[in-house]
């Protein structure tokens, strides 16, 4: 079993930046891959960014240049820099853990939620 924790959501303007955490606890080969995604008001979840325990990356097009992921390995924690934000990145942002930075995982967070005012 995997729990997901994250932290780090909230209310900033327009072309400001958050910092998003996740903490995993549980097995790692359920953690190979580690991410974000996003759902705005009355879309669909959807991809923001993934990264794989050797570094691959993940990323939606919308957000590439302005988003950037890392994970630090030994303490099983993701993070999600997020730069330049614009209304349209507003949402909640969930953790996300499976074994393919190419297919969303089993594993969920309880989801931050991020606002960006215009």
């Known amino acids: 079993q995997v729990q997901l924790v994250e932290s780090g959501g909230g209310l900033v303007q327009a072309g400001g930046s958050l910092r998003l955490s996740c903490v995993a606890s549980?097995?790692?080969?359920?953690?190979?891959?580690m991410g974000w995604y996003r759902q705005g008001p009355g879309k669909q979840r959807e991809l923001v960014a993934v990264i794989s325990r050797g570094g691959s990356t993940n990323y939606a097009d919308s957000v590439k240049g302005r988003f950037t992921i890392s994970r630090d390995n030994a303490k099983n924690t993701v993070f999600l820099q997020m730069n330049s934000l614009k209304p349209e990145d507003t949402g909640v942002y969930y953790c996300n853990a499976g074994p393919s930075i190419w297919a969303m995982g089993d594993y969920w967070g309880q989801g931050t939620p991020v606002t960006v005012s215009s």
């Open positions: 549980g097995s790692s080969f359920r953690t190979n891959a």
